[in-house]
T-cell receptor, first 112, second 109 residues
Framework: DTEVTQTPKHLVMGMTNKKSLKCEQH?????MYWYKQKAKKPPELMFV???????INESVPSRFSPECPNSSLLNLHLHALQPEDSALYLC???????????FGPGTRLLVL | SQQGEEDPQALSIQEGENATMNCSYK?????LQWYRQNSGRGLVHLIL?????REKHSGRLRVTLDTSKKSSSLLITASRAADTASYFC?????????FGEGTQLTVNP
């Protein structure tokens, strides 16, 4: 199974809402990632988890809060987002951070 | 900041033609990866080429790596309409994977 799943596929939220994005992989990968991607741009790294511990936070605003409940799951909690946070949010996993990353289909987020 | 730069930014060809995309990077690497992204979807890994390799093939894909020039190219032969997508090169640096700006390929039927 080389699949990374993400839910929901689409999300519309207001600036006062709290929502969560979920990501799951069953490949036994030890590293998991959150990326943000704007239209016609490459993915931008947000967070890296290694062995269920946060190893990289790319100076992401605190309104984005990652969580890794276990080695297969990765969440991204959203609170008080801004319209400029509207983007495609991608989750990925890999056995080693320098090797191939496997991406989920993404969550298309619209903040109103 | 993004390490990789790709050119062209956009490429439009006819079905059956070959498409070549180039990627340049700044720092030393132990591998370089190419990914494809169909519109609004996740990225799909195509090929990983290691720093001690000069060329690698996978089906209709051929990747070259020139570490002296810090550049790589992706060749898609006999293109199909289904190859229409954005193509990104990516280089690892520590626990980070840095993506180039991407090439948008359009294959016209």
């Amino acid at each position: 199974d080389t699949e990374v799943t993400q839910t929901p596929k689409h999300l519309v939220m207001g600036m006062t809402n709290k929502k969560s994005l979920k990501c799951e992989q069953h490949m036994g990968h030890r590293a998991m990632y959150w990326y943000k991607q704007k239209a016609k741009k490459p993915p931008e790294l947000m967070f890296v988890y290694s062995y269920e511990k946060l190893s990289i936070n790319e100076s992401v605003p605190s309104r984005f809060s990652p969580e890794c409940p276990n080695s297969s799951l990765l969440n991204l909690h959203l609170h008080a987002l801004q319209p400029e946070d509207s983007a495609l949010y991608l989750c990925a996993s890999s056995q080693d951070p320098s090797e191939t990353q496997y991406f989920g289909p993404g969550t298309r987020l619209l903040v109103l | 900041s993004q390490q990789g730069e790709e050119d062209p930014q956009a490429l439009s060809i006819q079905e059956g033609e070959n498409a070549t995309m180039n990627c340049s990077y700044k720092t030393s690497i132990n591998n370089l990866q190419w990914y494809r992204q169909n519109s609004g979807r996740g990225l799909v890994h195509l090929i990983l080429i290691r720093s001690n390799e000069r060329e690698k093939h996978s089906g209709r894909l051929r990747v070259t790596l020139d570490t002296s020039k810090k550049s790589s190219s992706l060749l898609i032969t006999a293109s199909r309409a289904a190859d229409t997508a954005s193509y990104f090169c990516a280089t690892p640096s520590g626990s980070r994977l840095t993506f180039g700006e991407g090439t948008q390929l359009t294959v016209n039927p």
